[in-house]
């Protein structure tokens, strides 16, 4: 009886010893958890930098597009005006150069922002 007790024994002590070395099915399934957890994570920041990404080339896709409008609008301004110039042919024509100065100037400098703002994003 006393030895039947002593393997019983032995026994007990040698499953918990075992149980406790190998990890529990809680602690397998935590893991991989984290793991999932981790990996959603870098999917996210991923995804997130794409969409950062999109948002600036659109709002530099705006800016230009706002700045051509508002060229093409004053071109279209000063073409009227030369066409009803009653002024007399000289300064007519001195009134249009000017007005194709300062439209050329108004290009290359709204070049230079979209160049800026392409650099930037």
């Not at 099915?25 to 991989?32: I, L």
């Not at 981790?38 to 930098?49: I, L, P, Q, R, V």
Request: net charge positive; aromatic share 4%.
């Amino acid at each position: 009886m006393k030895s039947i007790f002593m393997v019983g024994a032995a026994f007990l002590a040698m499953t918990s010893f075992a149980i406790a070395e190998e990890p529990s099915m809680a602690d397998k399934a935590g893991a991989q958890m984290e793991k999932a957890g981790d990996a959603t994570k870098d999917a996210m920041n991923k995804a997130g930098d794409k969409t950062k990404e999109m948002y600036k080339d659109a709002e530099v896709g705006t800016k230009k597009a706002g700045r051509k409008a508002k060229r093409t609008a004053k071109k279209g301004m000063n073409r009227a005006e030369e066409a009803v110039c009653m002024d007399g042919d000289v300064k007519c024509a001195a009134k249009k150069a000017g007005n194709r100065v300062e439209e050329g100037k108004d290009a290359t400098v709204d070049a230079a922002k979209d160049a800026s703002d392409t650099m930037k994003k």
